[in-house]
């Protein structure tokens, strides 16, 4: 039978005009080849940048550096633990500073005395809390399970163990000169004997790795400012022109009784005599005198007629004013005493056998005062034999 133009060529009866080439995604497959895996796309194509070599550098350098940041930051945490950790000391123990050494030496000694457990972990925590220049020299007492923070802020804040060396009022410059050398805890020397009546008696406090002449200074800039605060508050009308004098009198007074309650009445004695124009007769500036600074080291208490007549410009036995100088460092009750005297008429004193004075305004007064200190010193001394021969 004849086709119609219309007709599809291939007599298939499909109108629709497409013609589907075998072997295209949408051709129909045959049941062995439905069961056979696609095959897999093609790997995409990368970018030219990420091959780089500079990229490729920076991913590296960047990822190193978040580790070191979290290596870091591990660090940190487990140094702050051990930096306030409690340490490995079982009892209290000294620890000496000496001036001039640096963190790492410090750091190394105190591991090294087990005081520490870690000397970098010390040197890192100084650091980090910037401290390492402000450790101060001395001695510490460090107590059992001391953390490692708590002995660098006792480094810092200088809670060093405290020494202290005493004094006591009246002592002459080269007293306080030997009490001073003979200290095994004060450094260096002192070169000269300072002068009588510029050191101020009285307890100093020091810590380990100070010199001698740091006390010295100390004693001498508290003699100027109490002298000068003294003086400014004295009693008008004293026959005392300067400070230096106020000084004299009161190195006598502090000589003449240990008793503080009695430095107003007997500097009174010495005012009056003074207005009078009469001799102070003080024992302690004839013995000075003659023996000088050393003049109490020995036991040289007792004036002899020979002393008493031997001529010296301290002989106060023999001259109607005050010695040249001081016989000695007063205290700052001497001082006050001298600048605020009792108001009194009293011109004389002698020992009560007390440890105290009998004090007297008129010659006669006196000479009965002595003679009831004659009796107690007799009777003293005839108790002193009685023991003697016990013994």
């Known amino acids: 039978m004849a086709q119609s133009p219309d007709d599809n060529s291939n007599g298939s009866g499909d109108r629709s005009g497409l013609h589907i080439q075998p072997g295209s995604p949408s051709a129909p497959r045959s049941p062995s080849r439905a069961i056979q895996p696609e095959a897999a796309p093609p790997p995409p194509v990368r970018s030219r940048h990420a091959r780089n070599p500079i990229v490729i550098t920076i991913n590296f350098v960047l990822s190193m550096a978040v580790l070191a940041i979290i290596a870091a930051g591990a660090a940190l945490y487990w140094g702050k633990g051990q930096f306030d950790a409690k340490g490995p000391l079982t009892e209290e123990k000294v620890f000496i500073v000496a001036g001039g050494t640096s963190l790492p030496q410090i750091a ?4 090294d ?22 450790i101060k020299a001395g001695e510490y007492a460090f107590p059992a399970g001391i953390s490692m923070q708590e002995v660098m802020e006792d480094l810092v804040e200088g809670r060093a163990i405290y020494h202290s060396v005493t004094f006591p009022e009246g002592w002459t410059s080269a007293q306080i000169i030997n009490r001073l050398q003979a200290n095994g ?3 260096g020397d002192v070169a000269t004997i300072p002068a009588e009546g510029s050191l101020m008696p009285e307890t100093y406090t020091f810590t380990r790795g100070t010199s001698k002449a740091r006390i010295i200074e100390q004693m001498q800039k508290s003699m100027n400012e109490n002298i000068a605060r003294i003086w400014e ?4 009308g004293l026959p005392i022109d300067t400070p230096e004098e106020l000084v004299i009198l009161a190195s006598i007074v502090e000589k003449e009784t240990s008793k503080v309650d009695e430095h107003p009445r007997v500097a009174a004695v010495f005012v009056n005599r003074l207005r009078k124009g009469m001799p102070l007769q003080s024992d302690p500036t004839i013995l000075y005198g003659l023996f000088g600074g050393n003049a109490w080291t020995k036991d040289r208490s007792a004036i002899t007629r020979s002393m008493l007549k031997e001529k010296n410009p301290y002989n106060t036995y023999q001259i109607k004013a005050l010695p040249p100088g001081p016989i000695g460092n007063p205290s700052v009750a001497a001082l006050e005493a001298v600048a605020n005297p009792a ?11 007390t440890g105290g004075h009998a004090f007297a305004e008129t010659y006669k007064q006196h000479q009965r005062n002595v003679a009831n200190w004659r009796k107690v010193e ?10 003697k021969k016990k013994n």
């Open 108 to 111: 190394a000694k105190l591991e």
């Open 113 to 134: 005395e087990g005081i520490i457990t870690n000397s970098l972990v010390f040197e890192a925590g100084t650091r980090l809390f910037k401290k390492e220049n402000k």
């Open 185 to 187: 805890i004060l450094q």
């Open 233 to 236: 508050k004295r009693s008008q």
């Open 343 to 353: 108001r009194t008429k009293d011109l004389y004193f002698v020992a009560d056998g």
């Open 378 to 387: 007799k009777e003293l001394r005839a108790r002193q034999a009685a023991e």
